[in-house]
């Protein structure tokens, strides 16, 4: 007897299929191979005597380590063989502390290899089952691992030849971020008690004694990403006390907390200047991730570079001249810069944009805010066509604690090419809109942001080169979800056609399978299903398929344990009892975001004839 439904990969459908269009080619220069000819380039890390940088480059269907000298020149490749890996899952590699080594994640272990590759990477971890984001100690030896233990995730301390660990703080609840002092005889790290998910705690670990002690601690708090200053006399943490996501700053001894930034604006990353003087802050504003430099002391913010781009991952120089970021925007894919702190000047270090995409007409959005069913602005980015077609594509973004900002996307610019206009909703819960925003849809999932979602159509009606009849949305993960419950509650019927990829349509079932992350993340919203199972229930479209009419594209991992393949299963056998007309495809292999070339292309093609054949004249 098996405890799961099996499910093979499959292609199943009920009504009529999408089937090709000959009448509608490509647009000319455009086609679905190139804009997935570009091979991502992510996670860097500068060295520490910022001559070099190690980044994560998506090519050779793999997701290996790579690194490169910041004056300019060849990458050379440090892992052979490392998988390919969803990137919002992966991690940078990290350098030691004296710049020999560098220490990253392969196969579920953490891995070490000297930064002149003079050997292949050896894991470090095999005394457990799985292991991730690694932290080296001072002495550029000793390594901080995570992994999990008894359903909740550990801190261990070990080293680079795999010494049997110890585990920091065996306290009962998650420990995460580990960050030790300069001098390695403390070690700031993240709690998250069982009993208050909504709280994470900042606390001290001493490697000499194995004490713990509390230095923040409040309920339904979260203080989290510690960073000791160089002199090791503060820690500098994000918190949202403020109704915001500032920088504090507490001392080792747990006196003098204060709020340093007085932004009121979401602060996403930040590190400390090498002579402890200033900070380097991402700062989110109305769907841009700006680079800006914080007064130590003052908290004074001055902006260093700023646009319709989003910046991430600021690091120092040893000197203090300049900084490497992570850039991209909505015509330039992600890449590694140096940003002078006098100035701003920056130089692209990677180039992973084509040329093929490069002279493509590439389009940037503008940020727009619309009134929802209750009267609260919802953000959005709209995105033009050069050439509208009278089509529109309402997509909401996945998380729902995320946010869909002037960033890379390859397919939404193809679409653009097309003719489409393209929607893409921050609606309530998502994030770098300030705490109030973000936690609108707690315990309210389902119900609130479909409506904003509803309302974004609703908004494409006012523009005069929208067709209100030939208006689709598609998500992916929680847009997925929201896909769902646009087609199943609403009675205006405003949506003609729907794509859900990896979606849900019933958030208990979803829970009860899912990894113990996701669950967690879920009750962390919407409390458990024992004590809130009206909640669960009203978030949940799977009651109310009966009321969609607009046919359904569904696509799916059979290796997802996010949003399980049982999920779309679900929402399938529902669709075939009430009779709509659907489209359903799985595939073998893949995870919660597809990870294959080949599945790439398969899910594309399948998206494109679907929305030409429902949306297009």
Known sequence: MTDK???SEKYERNGWPSVDRPDLKPPEGWSLALINSLNLIHHHELSPDGEQVAFVWERDGRSDIFAMPVAGGWPRRLTPDRAKTIYWWDGPPRWSPNGEWLAFTKDSHVCVVPSEASFLPRAVTDFTSAASSPVWMPDSHGLIVGATRDETTVLLLTDRDGRWPRA???DPGDNLEAAPSPDGQLIAYIHRPPDDLNRLELRLYETATGQMRHLTGTPKEKDWSPQWSPDGRQIAFLSQRSGYTE?????????????????????SEFAWSPDGNQLAATISREGAIDIALVDATTGVARDL????????????????????????????????YRVEVDGGRMTQLTFSMTPGLAARDLVTPEHIRYRSYDGLEIPALLWRPTKPNGAAIVRPHGGPADAYRFQWDALAQYFLAKGYTFLTPNFRGSTGYGRDFEHANYNDWGVGDTQDVLHGAKYLHTLPWIDP???GIFGSSYGGYMVACCLARDPEYLFACGVSKYGDANVYSSWAQCERSTRLYTEMMLGHPRSNWPVYLAASPIWEIANVRAPVLLLHGLED????????????????????VFEYKTYAGEPHGFLRYETEMDWQRRTERFLDWYLRI
């Open 469 to 471: 009849q030939r208006i």
């Open 168 to 170: 920091i703080a065996e």
């Open 5 to 7: 439904v099996a499910i």
């Open 561 to 580: 344990d996010v949003v399980p393949p049982q999920s779309s299963e679900e929402w399938v056998e529902a669709l075939r009892r009430h009779d709509k």
């Open 305 to 336: 570079r700023a646009g319709k781009g989003c910046f991430a991952a600021p690091q120092w120089s040893p000197d203090g001249g300049f900084l490497s970021v992570e850039y991209e925007d909505a015509t330039t894919p992600p890449d590694v």
């Open 247 to 267: 920088i504090w700053l507490i001392r080792p001894d747990g006196e003098g907390m204060r709020q340093l930034t007085n932004l009121r604006q979401d602060v």
